[in-house]
């Protein structure tokens, strides 16, 4: 089955740091591009992060760009997002989604279930 | 970043059919066309179609999905209670080199 399951959300004060992570099963992991894609409470989705399957390319909203930061370990199957400089906008449900080709961009066709940050004092 | 724009809500009878649509620009939508999730009550999204009609595996086809240059189109058919989520649909943006949605349209399904 494939399947990304989230972990690593929390809560953490304002100018703090959180590592998000994101298991893979089921397919081959470093054939497809890997995405972050955010929803604050109550609010649309945002496209957060992207990267290619050999981590060559990365892609980032301007919204979080110079303050997160995407990667992934292939041995590993996981997908990561260190997000450092944290603010209370940056609190939302946090998904990772799989790019469904080669070129990642077609279609995000595969969604874990996502894992809640909070940034609050 | 620019997102791609939906109607914020529809409202349709049982059995009744829904038109869904997104407008972006040439650098999204009326280039890589779009893709449509639907997400329920506290799910996350599911692909619904992409490439403008392209469903996945398991995905009936009551739901389809157009495109006539820069605004995409999800037309429901046979509208059931389970179909009442909302809709989202998504570019990649060649220009933004990022992906793009729009805001989302809440289907209630009266």
């Avoid at chain 2, 570019?91 to 805001?103: H, P």
């Amino acid at each position: 089955e494939v399947q990304l399951v989230e972990s690593g959300g929390g809560l953490v004060q304002p100018g703090g740091s959180l590592r998000l992570s994101c298991a893979a099963s089921g397919f081959s992991f470093s054939s497809y591009g890997m995405n972050w894609v955010r929803q604050a409470p109550g609010k649309g989705l945002e496209w957060v992060s992207g990267i290619s399957g050999g981590s060559s390319h990365t892609y980032y909203a301007d919204s979080v760009k110079g303050r997160f930061t995407i990667s992934r370990d292939n041995s590993k199957n996981t997908l990561y997002l260190q997000m450092n400089s944290l603010r209370a906008e940056d609190t939302a449900v946090y998904y990772c989604a799989r790019g469904s080709d080669g070129s990642g961009q077609i279609a995000l066709d595969i969604w874990g279930q996502g894992t809640m940050v909070t940034v609050s004092s | 970043q620019a997102g791609l724009t939906q109607p914020p809500s529809v409202s349709k009878g049982l059995r009744q059919t829904a038109t869904l649509t997104c407008t972006g620009n040439s650098n999204n939508v009326g280039n890589q066309g779009a893709a449509w999730l639907q997400q329920c009550q506290g799910r996350p999204p599911k692909l619904l179609s992409y490439r403008n009609n392209n469903r996945p595996s398991g995905i009936s086809e009551r739901f389809s999905a157009s495109r006539s240059g820069s605004t995409a189109s999800l037309t429901i058919t046979g509208l059931q209670p389970e179909d009442e989520a909302d809709y989202y649909c998504s570019a990649w943006d060649t220009s933004l080199s990022a992906w793009v949605f729009g805001g989302g349209t809440k289907l209630t399904v009266l």
